[in-house]
């Protein structure tokens, strides 16, 4: 059972989808930089921070220069900013000209004279007050809090439309490039040198494969960095597509791509391709995560494919 064929293509296509996984990563990555969606999203955020009564807050925190400081260049907006620079800016904003009072009961009534503090951010800002409990470290402390709770809800929300995008680019790869799962499936299975080839070639292309976290560092037999969260997503794209392309395995248009259409059931060969894509363009919306995991058990496994090292515990 171990050196069966079904073994070799379960270590393959384990692999295939954990590299397409990354390059849809990347892609994905590679995107969002290009249209500084995290950066526009963070400023709709902390712009629209309460539903009403807080534009004017709002922008008077992203042009403070505790926010200004975090920018490339001035024409950039920062795609990060620290909970403490957003607190500071909004004692900033009830400050206005004057001093910070010192006691919780002068903070409180500053808030209330202040001509820009009102509805909903004055109710806000009077309610963290009340759960400071006269303590001026503590109402900075609980604006933080509110503040890392709306992140939150801005990184569920960031991460339930990145993987929408990683379907819309598994989708494309698979029709695109014509990564057909049954095909390859079907092929590696009719040829079981080839299924044992494919098996061999994670072993002696991909030496190293570490996961830390949600970080994965990915080397080839020369100990090259192929994937790496500190390579540009440009860079991580580049060399994954090149090794998903040079596996041993049916990828891309031919000539023969569409022999079906001269069978007199040709319907069963479209089906079957429409049905390889869809297979493919699931696995790659799974994730390298999932794909990762799975791979480091059928290796264990399958005790013969020694060469990739992927650290107890990590994954």
């Known amino acids: ?25 990347s892609f994905n990555e590679l995107i969002q930089i290009k249209l500084q969606s995290r950066s526009k999203q963070l400023h709709l955020a902390i712009i629209n921070f309460l539903d009403r009564d807080w534009d004017e807050i709002g922008t008077k925190i992203m042009d403070s220069p505790y926010i200004r400081s975090l920018r490339n260049n001035k024409n950039e907006l920062p795609s990060y900013i620290p909970s403490s620079s957003f607190a500071q800016s909004v004692i900033d904003v009830i400050k206005g ?9 002068q903070i409180r009534e500053q808030i209330k004279n202040n001509k820009i503090i ?12 009340d759960k400071s409990y006269n303590k001026l470290e503590d109402f900075y402390e609980n604006i933080e809090t509110s503040y890392n709770d709306s992140m939150d809800r801005l990184s569920e929300w960031y991460k339930t439309k990145a993987k929408m995008a990683v379907l819309y680019i598994g989708i494309l790869s698979a029709v695109l490039l014509n990564i057909d799962t049954i095909n390859i499936t079907t092929t590696l299975w009719k040829n079981k040198d080839t299924a044992k080839a494919f098996s061999a070639a994670v072993a002696s292309s991909m030496v190293t494969i570490e996961k830390n976290d949600e970080e994965y560092l990915v080397k080839d037999a020369n100990g090259e960095v192929i994937y790496s969260g500190e390579n540009k997503p440009g860079d991580n794209l580049a060399n994954v597509f090149a090794e998903v392309g040079s596996l041993p395995i049916p990828l891309g248009w031919s000539r023969n791509s569409f022999d079906f259409f001269s069978e007199d059931d040709w319907y069963w060969g479209l089906l079957s391709m429409l049905a390889g894509w869809a297979i493919t363009s699931l696995a790659i919306y799974i994730g390298a995560p999932f794909w990762f995991d799975l791979l480091s058990k059928v290796v264990k496994l399958r005790g013969g494919v020694k060469n990739i090292k992927i650290p107890v515990g990590d994954s």
Do not use: C, H, R
């Open 118 to 129: 009102k509805g909903d951010a004055q109710v806000w800002l009077l309610g963290l007050l």
């Open 1 to 25: 059972m171990l050196d069966s064929p079904i073994i070799d293509i379960a270590i393959g296509l384990s692999f295939l989808y954990f590299l397409l996984g990354l390059f849809a990563s």
């Open 97 to 105: 000209a004057e001093d910070l009072p010192e006691t919780i009961p």
